[in-house]
């Protein structure tokens, strides 16, 4: 008996055999769709396949294409923020000198020149008056000072 299951986002299927040895192989769907065919074409015509287990197999087929193209949408979804991300991180220098207003520590207001540019772990900190505050808490920002 051959069932197929969904294991994250790659498709795969076991065997009574395989799941002794603990063999795992993934199909693709133009595989799975190749075994849907093969079963139909020799399948004995006086006993065909019940309805209900051929409409449980088109939907596997549905969800399998299904879950690949939500993995793909993903992945350029991942790769977009990650774009996004280096973006936020290098631009930040360019604040420096300008007046900026950001949230603080307690939800007041800040607004000052941006004096300096610091990075902690990666993520980068406007220097306020002396005061690090994160880039994500910039609420707007203003031409420098005249």
Do not use: C, W
Request: hydrophobic content about 40%; aromatic content about 4%; cysteine-free.
């Amino acid at each position: 008996m051959t069932a197929i299951t969904a294991s994250g986002a790659a498709p795969t299927t076991s065997t009574k055999a395989q799941a002794s040895t603990g063999a795992m192989q993934a199909l693709g769907k133009d595989v799975f769709l190749k075994l849907l065919v093969t079963q139909l074409r020799y399948q004995d015509p006086l006993k065909p396949q019940d309805n209900s287990a051929f409409v449980a197999q088109m939907a596997q087929f549905t969800s399998l294409e299904q879950l690949q193209n939500i993995n793909a949408t993903l992945a350029q979804l991942v790769t977009m923020q990650s774009k996004e991300a280096n973006n936020f991180i290098s631009n930040a220098p360019a604040y420096l000198g300008l007046v900026v207003t950001m949230a603080g520590k307690d939800g007041e207001i800040v607004s000052g020149t941006v004096s300096a540019v610091e990075y902690e772990q990666g993520k980068p900190l406007l220097v306020i008056d002396g005061v690090r505050h994160g880039l994500e808490k910039l609420l707007s920002v203003r031409g420098r000072e005249a």
